[in-house]
């Protein structure tokens, strides 16, 4: 049995990871942040009492900041493989929060790497999760041979964390390799995030629960695919012969726009009578155009998305319009939270 060590294990693609790991017979461990709540419902579906099962799903408290945390995780838990998805994942935020997200980000990525240079570095595969951000203002389509070109305190982290990636496999010898994500959503996308605000808006206005969405730049265009494609590449990525970085992308790209009126015309709305507009949701510096060039992927690993534009839109409007239709029920109960336009 494999042992696979994953961070950021209650995020989006932390749990469809866990979820795919474990179908393949792996042991899975995750890096949770000590909490006064319970952060897990992504992966609570996984869990089994630790005194029944057979002790292949375990969460245990850990930080990024903290590297002695870091390489004690590593040393008792010998794993075979590290998935490193952990991150502050909020581009916007990280104007506001540049000094944590650079520690976050880029040094919790080398404070990992020191913990298995020191721990196992020849026997631990290491996976680093990059960001299409990193290629910020540079022309599209973007491989693994685009310059970076970052315009965000996150993707000038993730950039640094790129780089020691690459360093640590030269200098050390170790089975490191970066995975250059573009935008992959699911219904399991944190609801501050663009698509996942506008299916969770768009389906509370149709059930009356909200009259307006406020958005900033509508013409921004991105690559979405369906993280559930996506955390199959990490893992192919570990699997392939030689270390090295790849760019996961569908190759397609659409506007903000694009996927507001997809999301709003599934539900019979109109964009115009909903949609206002906020300069609070701009960046300092935007990123006009991302798309991918996953060439080299496809032929080395075999890897190609499975989930299009369309069939994204639908699972995610499909998604949020059941908890939409659960809110509706409680306002319609009287729930106090849910009666003053806030969700319970």
Not at 81 to 98: I, K, M, N, W
Request: charged content about 30%.
């Amino acid at each position: 049995m494999r042992t696979a060590l994953i961070t950021g294990i209650t995020g989006q693609d932390g749990s469809y990871l866990a979820e795919l790991l474990l179908e393949k017979g792996y042991a899975v461990h995750g890096i949770i942040r000590r909490s006064s709540d319970f952060n897990t419902r992504r992966v609570d579906h996984l869990y089994r009492d630790p005194h029944d099962d057979d002790g292949r799903f375990r969460l245990h408290y850990g930080d990024l900041l903290d590297g002695s945390s870091l390489k004690h995780l590593v040393e008792t838990i010998q794993p075979d493989e590290v998935y490193h998805l952990g991150a502050q994942s909020h581009v916007r935020v990280s104007f506001d929060l540049p000094i944590y997200s650079a520690d976050a980000v880029a040094l919790g990525s080398l404070r990992l790497l020191e913990a298995i240079r020191d721990v196992n570095p020849k026997g631990i595969k290491f996976y680093q999760a990059g960001s299409s951000e990193m290629f910020g203002s540079a022309g599209a389509p973007q491989s693994e041979e685009t310059p970076f070109e970052p315009r965000s305190p996150y993707a000038c982290a993730k950039v640094f964390a790129h780089y020691q990636t690459i360093n640590y496999r030269d200098a050390y010898g170790i089975f490191a390799a970066n995975g250059i994500l573009f935008n992959h959503e699911s219904p399991r996308r944190g609801e501050t995030f663009l698509t996942r605000k506008v299916t969770r808006a768009a389906t509370r206005i149709k059930r009356g629960l909200q009259e307006h969405l406020f958005l900033g730049n509508m013409d921004a265009r991105r690559d979405w695919g369906f993280a559930g494609d996506y955390v199959e590449g990490m893992w192919r990525i570990l699997q392939h012969d030689e270390p090295g970085d790849f760019v996961l992308a569908t190759g397609k790209d659409y506007s903000v726009k694009d996927w507001v009126d997809a999301v709003f015309s599934r539900l019979e709305l109109d964009p115009e009578e909903h949609i206002r507009f906020d300069e609070r949701y701009l960046r300092p510096t935007e990123v006009d155009l991302l798309r991918g060039d996953s060439s080299k992927a496809r032929a080395a690993l075999g890897w190609e998305p499975k989930v299009d534009f369309d069939a994204l839109v639908d699972m995610m409007v499909e998604s949020d319009m059941k908890l939409a239709e659960q809110e509706k029920i409680l306002h319609d109960a009287g729930h106090p939270q849910v009666a003053m336009g806030q969700r319970p």
